[in-house]
Structures are given as structure tokens and as C-alpha cells.
């Protein structure tokens, strides 16, 4: 194919003659495949890392949050009110006290052998904490700690208290 004059053909023009300065730098596809790869496999570990860590904070949560709701009851806030009118106030009832909640705190009245109340800890069905091994966390007015709604022996019940439960 003729070219005019003073210019040069387009299959005249090797990588060599460019100079070095207009050269434009970047990635190879091998090396993105390789990037994704090695990110990949950093997701495959940190994301259930992450996970269980989250639960591990939500559980802790609602054992601080029970106790704080158990000095409440404790210190006669309930004394005045009639049993079967228990009910925690506004901060105390979920947990956490603001943002999206993942549990619900209730006060149950239950007989002298309970210390009056029992309050419970419950994953709400639309959180992340829903099917948890640990279940409802329970804690009676004598101090008592249980987990209702999940298959944990004593040492799964001090494991979840604790928030070293998987």
C-alpha cells in the first residue's frame, strides 16, 4: 500500500521507536488475574473472621446489657409497679441502645425461687444474631445465667457468656 510522503506507514512503527517518555505504563492481564487471586483468597479468610468476630461483640453486648438491666430492677425501679407491669425503659430494652438492634431485652415476673424476674436477651428474627448457637441469653433475678433456644451444656453457657463462643 503507497504512503504519501513523509509519512510512515502504521506497520512501520515498532515499540522500540517510541521514546520513552510517551510510553503509557500499566498492568499486564496475567498480573490483574493475579491481584484477584490473591484477593480472593484474603476474602475466603476474612470474612468469616469477621463474622465470627462481629457475633463474639453482639454477644458480649447483650451480657453487659442484661447486667446493666439487672442493677435497674435491682436498685427498686420496679418496686411501686405491679408485677405483671414490667417493662424496661427506652435504651434499655434493645440491644444496643442505638443504631440497628440485634437483641430485644424482656423482664418476665417468675416465682421467689427466680428472685422475682427474669430477664432474657432475645435475637430478633431479622438480625444477624437469628440463628445463633447461643440462643436467648437469660440471666434471673439471683444471678443465674442460662441460654434458652439453642443445644449448649454448662460449659457452651459459660462459653457464650463469656463471648468466646464460635
Do not use: K
Not at 493475579?34 to 453486648?61: E, F, N, S
Amino acid at each position: 500500500m503507497p504512503v504519501a510522503p513523509g509519512i510512515a506507514a502504521t506497520t512501520d512503527v515498532i515499540p522500540e521507536d517510541i521514546p520513552e517518555e510517551s510510553r503509557i505504563g500499566g498492568f499486564s492481564m496475567l498480573e490483574l488475574v493475579i491481584a484477584l487471586a490473591m484477593a480472593a483468597v484474603l476474602a475466603a479468610y476474612a470474612v468469616p473472621a469477621y463474622v465470627t468476630y462481629t457475633a463474639r461483640g453482639h454477644r458480649v453486648d447483650a451480657v453487659i446489657a442484661l447486667h446493666r438491666a439487672a442493677q435497674y430492677v435491682s436498685a427498686g425501679a420496679f418496686a411501686v409497679a405491679p408485677v405483671p407491669a414490667l417493662a424496661l425503659p427506652p435504651g434499655l430494652d434493645r440491644i444496643p441502645a442505638t443504631g440497628r438492634a440485634v437483641y430485644r431485652l424482656d423482664v418476665l415476673p417468675v416465682g421467689d425461687a427466680g428472685g422475682g424476674y427474669e430477664l432474657r436477651a432475645v435475637p430478633l428474627n431479622n438480625g444477624p444474631m437469628r440463628g445463633d448457637a447461643c440462643g436467648t441469653f437469660v440471666l434471673d433475678g439471683l444471678g443465674v445465667r442460662s441460654n434458652l433456644g439453642s443445644e449448649v451444656d454448662s460449659a457452651g453457657v459459660d462459653a457464650c457468656w463469656s463471648g468466646r463462643a464460635a
